[in-house]
């Protein structure tokens, strides 16, 4: 799974991707620092894989990851081809869900690219400029539906879809605010719209806002965000950089200390798999504890084919224990298999979060 990070010049989306690479890249106080789109490996945070690693003694742990795409540059003119704009477009277009960093902090030592802190100017700036590559997009796209109607009966219905979405991002409103039946979400899905993807709010707040209610800014984006059914999540790129330089033991200590429990990092990685509709699974032994990232509704022969394209080809059965069930044998396989706790499922059954797995299989 790939998220993107796009913002305003100057809202912190170096720091974060900092933060998340730990790599130290500068981030600099002058617009335009970042060029290329760099990528960052997230792990997803998952004490079911630290406990499941502890009980079977495993000498490997791997957790489920998330790459972030840093696409720095994204500025008023983009979609006219300024600043490298349609470079940062088709980075866009490759990614699975976006991050907009919304800068919601004072500071008179950073400088504005637009001379104030205005969230929700700033973000339809952004947006504005995605609109306005999507109407290209479309407008393309219809001209070759006009062109196809009598040949092809499915170009009228595609061109209904096309002129439903025109309307509303001629409105200045992203894809993403129309509602659509499955089907027409079905033809839309090859349209690849920027605004269409799944977003998530980040509301970037000083360092020492973290912790206390939600100020101004972030209101403000918080509505924005309700209007566009996303979500909105609340950091201090500030803290996730100084955060991604402690140790375990350490970062606990100083959230404890700013009266939060989960980092922010933590809570966009959560944010995103819920936005991205993705559970793990997970398999344990002695040789390694994995999470696996699927979709949701994944059959088992599917998630086994996450792990080997063997093991899905000679699939034969899912030995599958919920983590919860598993704990109250203290974690212990054996043991919950003489209960006749572990269920054998077929190809069909479809894969929960926290199911783990043994499959069975033909080689
Ligand atoms: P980018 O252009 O969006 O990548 O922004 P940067 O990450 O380079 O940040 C621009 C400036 O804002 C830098 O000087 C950062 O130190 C500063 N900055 C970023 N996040 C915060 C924050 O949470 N609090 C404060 N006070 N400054 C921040």
Same mark, same amino acid.
Request: glycine content about 6%; proline content about 3%; aromatic content about 6%.
């Given at each position: 799974m790939k998220l993107g990070i796009v913002g305003l010049p100057n809202v912190g989306k170096s720091t974060l991707f900092n933060a998340i690479t730990q790599a130290g890249a500068e981030a600099q106080n002058y617009p335009f620092c970042t060029i290329?789109?760099? %990528?960052?490996? %997230?792990?997803?945070?998952?004490?079911?894989?630290?406990?499941?690693?502890?009980?079977?003694?495993?000498k490997k742990t791997v957790y489920a990851t998330i790459d972030f795409v840093d696409i720095a540059g994204l500025v008023k003119g983009a979609s006219q081809g300024e600043g490298l704009g349609n470079k940062f477009l088709s980075n866009i277009r490759e990614v699975d869900a976006i991050i907009h960093v919304v800068r919601a902090f004072d500071d008179t030592n950073v400088v504005h690219v637009d001379g104030s802190v205005d969230p929700v100017r700033d973000i339809d700036t952004i947006n504005l400029e995605l609109i306005f590559s999507d109407i290209e997009i479309l407008q393309r796209r219809q001209a070759k539906a006009q062109k196809a109607l009598k040949a092809d009966k499915n170009a009228a219905k595609e061109l209904e879809v096309i002129n439903k979405f025109l309307n509303v991002l001629g409105q200045n409103k992203s894809a993403r605010t129309l509602e659509?039946?499955?089907?027409?979400?079905?033809?839309?899905?090859?349209?690849?719209?920027?605004?269409?993807?799944? %977003?998530?709010?980040?509301?970037?707040?000083?360092?020492d806002e973290i912790g206390s209610a939600d100020n101004d800014y972030v209101k403000k984006i918080k509505e924005f965000a309700q209007t566009e059914?996303?979500?909105?999540?609340?950091?201090?790129?500030?803290?996730?950089?100084?955060?991604?330089?402690?140790?375990?033991?350490? !970062? !606990?200590?100083?959230?404890?200390?700013?009266?939060?429990d989960q980092s922010g990092l933590d809570k966009l990685v959560r944010a995103s798999y819920d936005?991205? $509709?993705?559970?793990?699974?997970?398999?344990? $032994?002695?040789?390694?504890?994995?999470?696996?990232?699927?979709? !949701? $509704?994944?059959?088992?022969?599917?998630?086994? $084919?996450?792990?080997?394209?063997?093991?899905?080809?000679?699939?034969?059965?899912?030995?599958?224990?919920?983590?919860?069930?598993?704990? !109250? %044998?203290d974690g212990n396989m054996v043991t919950a298999k003489e209960k006749g706790l572990i269920r054998s499922e077929g190809k069909e059954y479809v894969m929960q979060d926290g199911d783990v797995v043994l499959f069975r299989f033909n080689v």
């Open positions: 290329e789109p760099n %990528v960052g490996v %997230v792990t997803v945070p998952d004490e079911r894989v630290d406990n499941l690693t502890n009980i079977n003694k495993s659509l039946t499955e089907a027409e979400k079905e033809i839309s899905k090859d349209f690849n719209l920027l605004t269409d993807k799944p %977003v998530i709010y980040v509301a970037n707040v000083s360092e059914n996303a979500a909105c999540v609340v950091i201090s790129a500030r803290i996730e950089e100084e955060l991604s330089s402690l140790s375990a033991e350490e !970062k !606990k200590e100083y959230l404890a200390d700013l009266g939060v936005l991205l $509709g993705l559970i793990s699974f997970l398999t344990t $032994g002695p040789d390694e504890t994995r999470a696996w990232t699927i979709s !949701k $509704g994944t059959s088992a022969q599917n998630a086994a $084919g996450k792990i080997h394209s063997d093991i899905q080809r000679g699939f034969i059965r899912a030995e599958t224990i919920a983590y919860d069930e598993l704990m !109250k %044998v």
